[in-house]
């Protein structure tokens, strides 16, 4: 697969402990990602954060906190990436995601 120049760059922030059908939920993302032949999606897990509850998590030594903050990203034509919406609207209860524009300099498999 080659994808160079405009694509779209989506960003879904959801907290750790967040689950879909039994099984985290960034993992159920990426799965779902891969089943419909996106170009890939990476996993970020962050080390604090806020949302929409301003409920601060943090990954502090005395303030063990069950529910980090997740990012995953996916990168891809836009026409894939608009067509995997939907199914991200399924799956997302509460969280963040966003979508934009960026140009891929390189992407290619053997």
């Known amino acids: 697969m080659k994808l160079e120049g405009e694509a779209k760059l989506l960003r879904i922030f959801v907290g750790e402990s967040d689950r879909f059908e039994g099984r985290p939920l960034y993992e159920a ?3 779902e990602a891969k089943r ?34 997740v990012m995953v990203e996916i ?12 199914v991200l609207d399924e799956m997302v209860k509460e969280g963040l995601v966003t979508l934009e524009k960026v140009e891929v300099i390189r992407y290619q498999s053997r």
Not at 55 to 69: G, N
Not at 75 to 86: N, S, T
């Open 75 to 86: 990168v891809d034509a836009e026409e894939k990436i608009r067509a995997f919406l939907p």
């Open 29 to 31: 993302i990426v799965l």
């Open 36 to 69: 419909q032949g996106l170009a890939g999606a990476t996993v970020f897990k962050g080390f604090m954060g806020f949302g929409a509850h301003s409920r601060i998590h943090t990954a502090k030594v005395l303030q063990l906190s069950e529910d980090l903050p």
